[in-house]
């Protein structure tokens, strides 16, 4: 375990669809990315909160859309959803002086059907 | 485009071996990371460099940075079997945001 928790782990939904992707950092942790790892893109940032508030953005879409809540955990939410969005989503948090790297969750894997 | 690319691509070593995996980078940066990722799963932080270091070294694992030739070799000796995953450096940019960004991954395959 990480520290830092991702739920669903898995996720099947169809075109169209609208889904929440949620992210609880590691305790302490202020900062929370997400990132999609599709195989043809790699690892890609998408955005980046801080301690609420959104602090940098990525390749992200506008039909996707984020926010980290005063608990400090964070929602990723993706709409309108295309087969090519099927991917992993990461979430990753980080201390304020990134001084021991980032710690990433296990994923969540989305399938578009 | 991406800050950190890894190479090779693809490495194939027999138990025992040593596996090095190199990382180039194109700006100015405070730290290099190193993580690990089985299929599927979490990336995994296996150890950070800073700028002004030139060589770390965690268990079996080795790291050295050339800032001068903005480059950074992993060195794993005496691989084991479970030492299949793919690696990963990710690079924290100095002068703007501290967004880690990362290359497409050596996919590492030890043999026993």
């Known amino acids: 375990d990480s520290g830092v928790t991702q739920t669903p782990k898995h996720l099947i939904t169809a075109t169209g669809q609208r889904v929440t992707l949620r992210c609880s950092p590691r305790?302490?942790?202020?900062?929370v990315y997400w990132y999609q790892q599709s195989l043809d893109q790699g690892l890609q940032f998408l955005i980046q909160?801080?301690?609420?508030?959104?602090?940098a953005k990525g390749n992200i879409l506008e039909r996707f859309s984020a926010q980290q809540f005063p608990d400090l955990h964070s929602e990723l939410n993706l709409s309108s959803l295309e087969l090519g969005d099927s991917a992993l989503y990461f979430c990753?948090?980080?201390?304020?002086?990134?001084?021991?790297?980032?710690?990433f969750g296990s994923g969540t894997r989305l399938t578009v059907v | 485009s991406q800050q950190g690319e890894e190479d090779p691509q693809a490495l194939s070593i027999q138990e025992g071996e040593n596996a090095t995996m190199n990382c180039s980078y194109k700006?100015?940066?405070?730290?290099l990371q190193w993580y690990r990722q089985n299929s599927g799963r979490g990336l995994v932080h296996l150890i950070l460099?800073?700028?002004?270091?030139r060589e770390k070294h965690s268990g079996r694992l080795r790291v050295t940075l050339d800032t001068s030739k903005k480059s950074s070799s992993l060195l794993i000796t005496a691989s084991r079997a479970a030492d299949t995953a793919s690696y990963f450096c990710?690079?924290?940019?100095?002068?703007?945001?501290?967004?880690?960004?990362f290359g497409r991954g050596t996919s590492l395959i030890v043999h026993p």
């Open positions: 990753a948090s980080s201390d304020s002086g990134r001084n021991y790297g980032y710690t």
């Open positions: 305790s302490g942790d202020l900062s």
């Open positions: 909160y801080y301690n609420g508030e959104e602090r």
């Open positions: 700006t100015s940066i405070n730290n």
């Open positions: 460099i800073r700028s002004n270091e």
């Open positions: 990710a690079t924290d940019r100095s002068g703007g945001s501290y967004i880690p960004t």
